[in-house]
């Protein structure tokens, strides 16, 4: 696909892996439509992309909410007549065991990990229809594939992103849409219960995790080139290494 002047819509884009993402696809100059809740860091990311070539557009919207949802479409549709990337980047990590788990914790994880994209696609489809070439890429997990103890609420979120996914690249797959479920290893952000520090302090000891900034261009290849799949599995080395311990076992 060639990007230039392109529409890209980037939930999550507040991230660390989001962040990234909008500032590889900025050095392709296409024009950005960055959706999240937290303003300040949307105001920076989009001065900061506008100086890499980037046309820039943000929306605080809250994914949780259909009105914000509702809004954040119908003021893109005034805007834009078309939209050829929609990426799904947002997402939140609750990590507890079952008894601890509170009944808005666990609403707030299918809300925002499976209920938003479900939401986002089927708002934007008359928009990504009209695209000569449209490509929604969603942020899944390994826990996506492979369960694991004390993840039941992010386990069952991605299990169903995944589902979703996988369900509308069969559902769409002789039109314009390219449907991708991208699934992911361990990336160097605040993403979950560990912090930014916690996680550098854990590489230092060894444990290994995707660069975010690597990640994105990576992602943003694969579009620019069309070598997009159903499904792309990115995993940090030790994943591996951890599956013969029977820790996460990949099948
Ligand atoms: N980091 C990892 O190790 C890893 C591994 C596998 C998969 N993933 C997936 O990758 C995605 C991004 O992860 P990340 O590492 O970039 O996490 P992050 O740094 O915690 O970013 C989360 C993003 O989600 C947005 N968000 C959360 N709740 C929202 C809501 N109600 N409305 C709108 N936006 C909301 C946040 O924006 P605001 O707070 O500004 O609203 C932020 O942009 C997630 O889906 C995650 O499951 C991450």
Known sequence: ???????????????????????????????????????????????????????????????????????????????????DVLINAAGVGVYKPLPEIKLDEWQRSLEVNVTAPFLLIQKLLPLLKKSQKACVLSTGSGMGRVAMAKRSAYCTSKFALRGLMLSLAKEYKKTNIQFCHLTLGSVLTAFGPLSLEDKLASQKKGKKYLDPSWLAHTI????????????????????????KKGKTALK
């Open 220 to 243: 943003v290849a694969k579009i620019k080139n069309d070598t997009l799949e159903d499904e792309v599995t990115i995993y940090p080395s030790h994943y591996f290494a951890e599956s």
């Open 1 to 83: 696909m060639d990007l230039k002047n392109k529409v890209v819509v980037i939930a999550g884009a507040t991230g660390g892996i989001g962040r990234e993402i909008t500032k590889a696809f900025a050095k392709e100059k296409v024009n950005l439509v960055l959706v999240a809740r937290r303003k300040v860091i949307l105001d920076s990311l989009k001065q900061e992309t506008e100086k890499l070539g980037a046309k820039v557009d943000v929306f605080e919207c809250d994914l949780t909410k259909s009105g914000s949802v509702e809004k954040f479409v119908s003021v893109l549709n005034k805007d834009h007549k078309q939209v």
